[in-house]
């Protein structure tokens, strides 16, 4: 991995699920409450910390593109959810927004 340059998209595993977990509620306080919340696959992106572009499946059909940030060690703040796309689909790409 080239430091600065987003992974390939990968499977989402339990970390990013995890990951997708912990800022669910800042979402669903802008959006609305979402009968699924699954991690399908994810890019990240080392920065002064590090940028996870998560693709979580909301319900049968829609997806939502989330992009979270994650601050260094030593700063000991939460995940902060910077930024997301609503109405997506199975086969939209993880692209940077």
Same mark, same amino acid.
């Given at each position: 991995m080239m430091c600065g340059a987003p992974t390939p998209t990968q499977p989402a595993t339990a970390d990013t699920q995890a990951i997708a977990d912990q $800022?669910? #509620?800042q979402l669903e306080e802008k959006e609305k409450k979402f009968p699924m919340? &699954? #991690? $399908?696959?994810? &890019?990240?992106? $080392?920065?002064a910390g590090r940028v996870f572009f998560i693709k979580v499946q909301v319900d049968d059909d829609n997806f939502v593109h989330i992009r979270v940030f994650e601050s260094l060690?030593? +700063?000991?703040?939460?995940?902060?959810? #910077?930024? !997301?796309?609503?109405? &997506?689909?199975?086969?939209? +790409?993880?692209? !940077?927004?």
């Open positions: $800022v669910r #509620a919340f &699954k #991690a $399908v696959e994810f &890019k990240s992106q $080392v920065v060690p030593h +700063e000991n703040k939460p995940l902060a959810l #910077a930024s !997301y796309q609503t109405h &997506k689909g199975r086969h939209d +790409e993880l692209t !940077y927004f």
